[in-house]
């Protein structure tokens, strides 16, 4: 019911826990990030109008499990802000004390199209040091996030949030939390391929997925308030999947079948039940 985006050049991996048996343990993913901790990458060639979307915000943790995060702001727009080069975004952030310390940017020229690129300075910076690009503001020109992982999970993998690394015990530290209601995610969940005003409830991330662990059932019930058909299928089949069919009789005014058939049973619409 939510989309993620993993800004990390790590596969996201959470897990769904269903039961003490691991076979009930569901996995889902976000694909990682191709811009890594030591360099960083914008994937949209300049000229930058920055006029108004002018703030690029570095954000960074030096600690052994990345939870104490900083961020540093700054104003990157050149000289013409609608027409701003790659080597004056480079000048300014290489004179910024902060980054200088940690980073170093400059041009690179791809099919003589210039972009900006961001390196760990240091031998020890690359080791220690974990950053990633906020979407707001001057991202949204130059795209260093451009292709980081976006998947629609589940809403109980908020807890493997960066916003709630401090919430939840043995947080991952590792997704954000797109906001459908946000232009700017807007985009980042549109490039993504997906459609932001169609998010899908829990229930119909699992197709497929927790046959035996969630499970549907729509019961037919006689005038006698007896159970005489059970079509029973996983949380978030379709029209077309496969569920079981159970038909039960009895005989007499008997409250107990004396006859119980399970058989295969395709998906009509009339089966599907909404929670």
Not at 72 to 86: E, M, Q
Not at 100 to 107: D, L, P, Q, R, W
Request: with cysteine; glycine share 6%.
């Amino acid at each position: 019911m939510s989309f993620f985006q993993n800004v990390f050049n790590q596969e996201y991996q959470g897990y769904l826990q269903t039961g003490n048996d691991r076979q009930y343990s569901l996995t889902f993913k976000v694909k990682a990030n191709q811009n890594n901790q030591d360099y960083q990458f914008a994937y949209n060639n300049e000229p930058y109008n920055l006029s108004s979307n002018n703030t690029l915000t570095i954000n960074y943790a030096w600690d052994e499990e990345y939870r104490n995060w900083s961020s540093l702001s700054v104003n990157i727009a050149g000289a013409d802000p609608a027409n701003t080069k790659s080597y004056e975004i480079a000048e300014i952030l290489n004179t910024n004390e902060i980054f200088s310390g940690m980073y170093v940017a400059s041009v690179a020229t791809n099919s003589t199209k210039n972009h900006l690129i961001i390196k760990s300075k240091s031998q020890r910076a690359k080791q220690i040091i974990k950053m990633y690009i906020s979407n707001s503001s001057a991202e949204i020109e130059l795209k260093f996030n451009k292709k980081a992982g976006v998947a629609e999970l589940p809403t109980f993998f908020t807890r493997d949030t960066i916003s709630n690394r401090f919430t939840f015990q043995n947080n991952l530290n590792h997704l954000i939390l797109l906001d459908v209601s946000n232009p700017i995610d807007q985009a980042i969940i549109t490039e993504a391929g997906f459609d932001y005003n169609s998010t899908q409830e829990d229930w119909e991330l699992l197709r497929g997925r927790g046959v035996g662990i969630y499970t549907f059932k729509k019961q037919t019930i006689d005038a006698n308030s007896r159970i005489t058909q059970i079509i029973e299928y996983g949380a978030g089949a379709i029209e077309g999947d496969l569920a079981r069919k159970t038909i039960m009789s009895y005989s007499g005014a008997k409250t107990q079948p004396d006859k119980i058939c399970e058989i295969p049973h395709v998906i009509t619409s009339g089966d599907l039940l909404i929670p």
